[in-house]
């Protein structure tokens, strides 16, 4: 091995461990006060797959990187449990076999049902409505609502669902009726329902008190800021000119920094309505970041994670081209606990569909008020 290329193994070793670490800081460091670690989060599972082949290079040589690169992958390992679970994983529990309350939960992106999709595979909307009512599943959060006075009216979806309660929010309206927004379809009774409106973005939370027997948990739907990629924009995947691949890296970076800060805005303020909650909560949606991001970081304070707790396999949400990992969560209050967790991979939409039956016991009521 010639001089130079040893030089470039150790460059290139401690180089991409500083990046594997910063991807560990950046879920602490506001993308809006300083938005470049948001980048080394987005690629962690690929900085730690390469850090774990660095591994085994220097292990098989007895070099001292081999512990540096160990110790720094063992400091964050706890993130990869975000993204891979073994099977097996959520054993039943003492407590499941008397719970106080007991209720399926399932969020699902639906794509605005598809009515703009050019996708051959894409799932026509009354696959989703079919698919959605035989789950049958007790609180229901879909994103990316769409209804219109013509061909998808929202009476119809109401009556398909068959739902006792439910609570629609709108983001916009156009001049051919088509209403794009949030829905939560529940067959408990839903209160104090409003919409979460963000500045500057066409994206939105919900907040509703699902009232459980003698208990309420506060429900969170979101849908975060949105990268809003077109096609045109990831064709760096298969470039067709001299240098067009490195315009389209710019074009997606600077979309990227965007979203990273308007996502940054939008989960500090939910983390507030969160924390300020007088029930336990329940916290679902599409947030469009993974794991280790600085928004899965504040909105997950101290509540537990459906998938960590139950799930199996990749936990990944998103089938599109980018970014393909888990982006759909359900977290809960500590006080429930989360079994059964699901992912559909049906490719009824870019989103798969996850639900989870969550279950209290020795719950201490607390009745919501309107």
Request: aromatic share 14%; charged share 25%; hydrophobic share 40%.
């Amino acid at each position: 091995m010639t001089k130079l290329v040893k030089y470039s193994l150790y460059v290139l070793t401690y180089t991409l461990v500083a990046a594997l670490a910063i991807a560990y800081l950046s879920v602490w460091i506001p993308p809006d006060k300083f938005w470049i670690p948001a980048f080394f989060g987005l690629a962690f599972p690929y900085l730690l797959v390469i850090n774990l082949i660095l591994l085994v290079y220097w292990l098989i040589h007895l070099k001292k990187e081999s512990i540096i690169i160990l110790v720094v992958i063992l400091l964050g390992w706890n993130n990869m449990m975000h993204y891979y679970r073994l099977p097996g994983n959520g054993k039943k529990e003492k407590n499941e076999h008397n719970p106080t309350e007991k209720i399926s939960v399932l969020t699902f992106n639906v794509r605005s049902f598809n009515v703009y999709s050019t996708e051959k595979k894409a799932g026509k909307d009354q696959d989703i409505i079919r698919f959605l009512k035989n789950e049958k599943t007790d609180i229901l959060c879909l994103q990316e609502f769409h209804t219109d006075d013509y061909r998808f009216p929202e009476e119809k979806i109401i009556k398909s669902l068959d739902y006792p309660y439910y609570f629609i929010s709108y983001i916009n309206e156009n001049q051919y009726h088509s209403r794009y927004g949030l829905a939560v379809f529940s067959r408990y009774p839903l209160l104090n329902k409003k919409g979460l409106r963000f500045d500057e973005s066409f994206n939105e939370s919900q907040q509703c008190d699902v009232v459980i027997g003698k208990d309420t948990l506060r429900l969170f739907n979101n849908h975060l800021q949105s990268t809003q990629l077109k096609k045109r924009e990831v064709r760096f995947y298969y470039p067709d000119e001299e240098g067009e691949a490195l315009r389209e890296v710019k074009d997606i970076s600077l979309h990227l920094r965007a979203a990273f800060i308007k996502r940054a805005g939008q989960a500090a303020m939910l983390e507030k309505y969160i924390r300020q909650s007088p029930y336990p909560v329940l916290v679902c949606g599409d947030f469009n970041d993974p794991p280790v991001s600085y928004t899965y970081h504040m909105l997950s304070k101290g509540l537990k994670d459906a998938f960590v707790e139950s799930g199996k396999g990749f936990g990944k949400t998103y089938h599109g081209i980018f970014p393909s990992f888990r982006i759909d969560y359900i977290l809960h209050d500590p006080e429930w606990q989360a079994l059964q967790y699901r992912t559909y991979h049906n490719h009824l939409s870019d989103h798969y569909p996850v639900s989870c039956v969550l279950i209290r016991c020795n719950a201490s009521h607390r009745p919501a008020k309107e």
